[in-house]
């Protein structure tokens, strides 16, 4: 019987009950959310039960959500489960001024970059993880560029003349 | 049919095999030619810039295409392209520089012996071009002195040429003591160049 998104949500119920949240199926693929507590004895049950074997991490990476109070930065897990073929998306969302959510390098080894990159443009604090530094800035930055809280513009040009461009 | 073979058998008349650089201005009398030293070694220098090519993105295409035997950037003088900064005149930055690159360029500059120029060329390494963004270093003259700019986004092989042409005005026309004047190193030094 091939695996299907219902049988995973049956699955994942049975197992946390309440503390998965957020159901949605977009362009058919399942997505759910925890509390970031949580996030690595659900990641750790998706790679262990033989039904689910969901033992590839295609994806990681942040969402910044000015507007969320509390939970302003999202980190999105995308697993695979190379046997049946299916994608889940898996949320956990932390506060922008405490960003400490624990590392899956234990569990996925390709998270081990992918978490450093996360960082790098996020801030997302990784606990656990072995060498949490800046992979692709430049190491003297002093910021996470891709939070909305930055201008997307190069601060330090002198030659941009906001009135060519339209602006006050 | 067989196409007709035409380019090789006619003999072209070739004026004048060996290209001759203009001499300077100076005396001429029987057997002697006068001129000042700083025009003999400028000619020289002119005439036999060996660029280090600096290519990180599709400026460093066209700079292939002017490489070639179409545009032929030898006809100048420069067919030697050199990869090792210790013997090159002429760091030509072709292309998009990230702010992780910056170091990396100011090392080949340093690494380049006097005297030395720098070309850049495009809109990315004249002045970040496109890319108004955080990781982006927006424009080489940021790092290093910059001696000709040559825009367009990516410039064609002829506006580089163009360039080209103004370095090598510049070289000839340069004094013998610019390098070890107080405005040149004022300039060095504002680069945090010793």
Request: a negative charge.
């Amino acid at each position: 019987m091939a695996l299907t998104n219902e049988i995973i949500r049956q699955h994942v119920t049975e197992k946390f009950g309440e503390e998965i949240y957020d159901w949605s199926e977009l362009y058919a693929m399942l997505t759910f959310t925890s509390h970031k507590d949580l996030n690595l004895k659900v990641l750790q049950f998706l790679f262990d039960d033989p039904i689910l074997q969901f033992r590839f991490l295609t994806d990681l990476c942040a969402v910044h959500y000015p507007e969320k109070k509390n939970e302003e930065l999202a980190v999105v897990y995308h697993l695979h489960n190379l046997v049946d073929n299916i994608r889940i998306r898996y949320k956990v969302f932390t506060d922008v001024n405490n960003p400490g959510v624990f590392s899956a390098t234990a569990l996925y080894a390709s998270a081990n970059w992918m978490e450093r990159e996360t960082y790098d443009f996020y801030g997302v604090n990784f606990i656990g993880h072995p060498n949490l530094v800046r992979i692709l800035n430049a190491d003297e930055m002093d910021y996470f560029p891709m939070r909305k809280e930055y201008p997307l513009e190069e601060q330090t040009r002198v030659d941009k003349d906001d009135e060519m461009f339209g602006r006050d | 049919m067989a196409r007709p073979v035409q380019y090789n058998l006619t003999n072209k008349f070739v004026e004048a095999p060996i290209a001759l650089a203009n001499p300077p201005e100076g005396y001429t009398g029987e057997g002697f030619f006068a001129t000042k030293l700083n025009d003999v070694v400028g000619l020289a220098r002119k005439n036999s810039i060996w660029p280090l090519p600096f290519a990180t993105s599709c400026c460093g295409i066209e700079f292939m295409a002017l490489m070639a035997s179409h545009y032929d950037l030898a006809r100048f003088g420069s067919e030697r392209v050199s990869f090792s900064p210790r013997q090159c005149d002429l760091l030509m930055v072709m292309g998009t520089i990230a702010k992780k690159m910056a170091p990396i360029v100011k090392q080949v500059y340093l690494q380049m012996a006097e005297p030395r120029w720098v070309l850049a060329m495009g809109a990315c390494a004249s002045s970040g071009g496109i890319f108004d963004s955080y990781a982006v270093l927006q424009g080489i003259d940021q790092i290093i002195p910059v001696d000709v700019y040559v825009p367009g986004c990516p410039p064609r092989p002829e506006a580089v040429l163009d360039g080209f042409i103004k370095v090598q005005d510049l070289v000839g026309k340069e004094s013998l003591r610019r390098r070890n004047s107080d405005r040149y190193k004022e300039l060095m030094n504002s680069y945090g160049i010793q």
